[in-house]
C-alpha cells in the first residue's frame, strides 16, 4: 500500500503532476482507465524508488552510489489484464501490470520526465525496462533538461575512476568514465558527448557517452605525438547530433625563442576525416592548452613570452578563428583581445553559445598569487565582469594553493582547488553560488591533487 504521507511520494506526485495531467488524454484517446493506470505509474515508481534504497543501503558500506546497476533476478509475479468491462472483479487483491496498460511510447514519456539517474536505474525494473531504457529512442532527445554532471577523481598514474555530482539531485554516483586511461588527458564535452586527447599521444583521440558507455576511437589527428603545447575543443549540434573536434598546437620554432608555430587541425564527423586549416607564427606569444567553440567560432588562448611585448601590456590574450569561413591567411593577434587583467588558470567555457572566461585574479605587486576568482562574458569583443567569488566561498576552499579547474556548460560553472576536494557551483543565470554535497572522495596524504570535468548526462547521442 503506498504511504501518502511518506516525502518522497510527496515530491515525486508534485514534481510530475503536470506530466501525469499531459497524459490523460492521450490515456483517453487510447480506451484506458485513466485511475488504473495512473495507479500504476504512481506504484511502479514507488516500487522502483524501493530498489533505489535498497541499493544505497547495500552501498552504505562502501560510502558510495552505483549508477548502473547490475540486473538482478528475482521472482516474477504473474500478472493479468483488466478490461474496461471488468470493474466487478476489480477488489483491489487482482496484480495489474503496468505492461498489460501502457503501450511503449506512453511508458517512455513518463520515464523521460524522471532525472537520467533515476532512469537508469529504472532499467533494472524488468526487461522491457531495461531494453526501453538503454534503446536509442527519440523520445530521450525530448526530456525534461538536466543539469551538467561533475566527473570528480584524483591525480595518479592509476586507472581514472571516481564520482560524478548530480547537481539537480545533490548526490554523488560511483562512476568508471568509459575509455579515459590517465587523469592528465586533456578533455571537452558537449551536448552529451566527451571528446579526450590522449597526453602522451596527441594524436589519439576519441569520442564518448559517459551515461550510456559508447565510445569510438577517431582517425589519429596530424602532427606528432607530442607538441609543445596542445589545446582541444569540441562542438556538438544539439539537433543532428555532427560534431566537430579542433586540436590547436603550438611549438617554438627552432633557434627562434619568440617565434611560435600555431596550427588548427579539424575534424568533421560529417566527412570522417581531418583537415588542417590553418598554419601561422606568433611573434612574441605562444599558444597554451586553452580554447572553445562558441557558436562557430574557435576561441583560443595565447599568453606573452614576455620578448617583444611591454611589460604594461596584459599578458594574456583572446585569439579567434572563424570555423565556418576557415582562412587561410591571417593575422589573428591583429583581432586578439585582452584578457579583462592579470588572470592564472584562465579557464574558456561555452555557456549555452555565450562565451564566459573563468580565472584567478592576480594581485597587482605579485600577479601569480590570486587574491579572488573572477567570472566575464564577451560581448561584441568586450568583457563584461559578471560576478566575483565572495571572500567567504574564497576561504572555504582551505589552503588555496592558486591553481584550480574550472568547467561548466548550460548555465552552471564549477570550480574546484587542485588541493581539495570541495566542489563550489556558480549558476550564471541566477548569479548564486552553493557548494556541493560533500565529495565522497578524501584526501589520504597532504599533497594529493584532485582534478574534473564537467559533461551534459544525455541517453540520445551516441559517438
Not at 478490461?83 to 501490470?97: K, T, Y
Not at 496498460?101 to 506512453?106: A, K, Q, Y
Not at 588541493?419 to 565522497?440: C, R
Request: aromatic share 12%; glycine share 6%.
Amino acid at each position: 500500500m503506498l504511504d501518502l504521507d511518506c516525502p518522497l511520494f510527496t515530491c515525486t506526485l508534485y514534481s510530475h503532476s503536470k506530466m501525469f495531467l499531459g497524459l490523460s488524454t492521450n490515456l483517453a484517446i487510447r480506451g484506458i482507465r485513466i485511475d488504473v493506470a495512473l495507479s500504476l505509474i504512481f506504484l511502479q515508481y514507488y516500487l522502483l524508488q524501493g530498489i533505489v534504497l535498497v541499493h544505497w543501503m547495500l552501498a552504505m558500506g562502501s560510502e558510495e552510489w552505483e549508477l548502473y546497476p547490475s540486473y538482478i533476478g528475482s521472482q516474477v509475479m504473474e500478472y493479468r489484464p483488466i478490461s474496461e468491462d471488468s470493474d466487478d472483479d476489480w477488489n483491489g487483491e487482482v496484480a495489474v501490470s503496468l505492461d498489460a496498460v501502457l503501450p511503449d511510447d506512453l511508458l517512455e514519456k513518463v520515464l523521460s520526465f524522471l532525472p537520467v539517474a533515476s532512469i537508469i536505474r529504472s532499467g533494472s525494473v524488468c526487461k522491457r525496462w531495461h531494453e526501453i531504457v538503454h534503446a536509442q529512442r527519440q523520445t530521450w532527445s525530448k526530456m525534461v533538461p538536466q543539469k551538467p554532471w561533475y566527473f570528480m577523481f584524483t591525480c595518479s598514474e592509476e586507472a581514472v575512476s571516481g564520482f560524478a555530482y548530480d547537481p539537480s539531485l545533490r548526490k554523488w554516483y560511483g562512476f568508471d568514465f568509459p575509455c579515459i586511461e590517465k587523469s592528465n588527458w586533456s578533455t571537452s564535452s558537449s551536448a552529451g558527448l566527451v571528446c579526450l586527447m590522449d597526453s602522451e599521444n596527441r594524436r589519439r583521440i576519441m569520442v564518448c557517452n559517459p551515461i550510456t558507455k559508447d565510445w569510438k576511437r577517431l582517425l589519429d589527428a596530424p602532427g606528432g605525438k607530442t607538441a609543445d603545447y596542445s589545446a582541444l575543443a569540441f562542438s556538438v549540434d544539439r539537433n543532428s547530433h555532427k560534431y566537430t573536434v579542433a586540436i590547436a598546437r603550438s611549438n617554438q620554432v627552432p633557434t627562434e625563442y619568440y617565434q611560435w608555430e600555431f596550427t588548427i587541425h579539424l575534424y568533421e564527423s560529417v566527412t570522417g576525416n581531418w583537415v588542417t586549416p590553418f598554419t601561422g607564427v606568433l611573434l612574441g606569444w605562444r599558444g597554451g592548452d586553452e580554447c572553445v567553440i562558441c557558436d562557430g567560432v574557435l576561441y583560443y588562448l595565447v599568453y606573452s613570452t614576455g620578448v617583444l611585448v611591454s611589460n604594461n601590456e596584459h599578458r594574456h590574450c583572446l585569439v579567434m578563428y572563424d570555423l565556418a569561413a576557415r582562412p587561410n591567411h591571417t593575422s589573428l593577434m591583429s583581432m586578439a583581445i585582452p584578457v579583462p587583467c592579470a588572470l592564472t588558470c584562465g579557464r574558456l567555457m561555452n555557456l549555452s553559445e555565450r562565451l564566459v572566461l573563468v580565472g584567478g585574479i592576480g594581485k597587482q605587486d605579485r600577479p601569480g598569487i590570486i587574491k579572488g576568482i573572477g567570472i566575464w562574458e564577451l560581448h561584441n569583443k568586450e568583457w563584461r565582469e559578471v560576478a566575483r567569488m565572495p571572500h567567504k566561498f574564497f576561504q572555504g576552499f582551505g589552503e588555496f594553493d592558486d591553481v584550480f579547474a574550472s568547467c561548466g556548460a548550460d548555465d552552471l560553472i564549477y570550480i574546484q582547488s587542485y588541493g581539495s576536494p570541495a566542489l563550489l557551483t556558480f549558476e550564471i543565470n541566477q548569479k548564486m553560488w552553493k557548494w556541493s554535497v560533500k565529495s565522497p572522495v578524501s584526501k589520504r596524504f597532504p599533497l594529493q591533487l584532485f582534478t574534473g570535468f564537467s559533461f551534459e548526462p544525455r541517453l540520445d547521442i551516441a559517438s
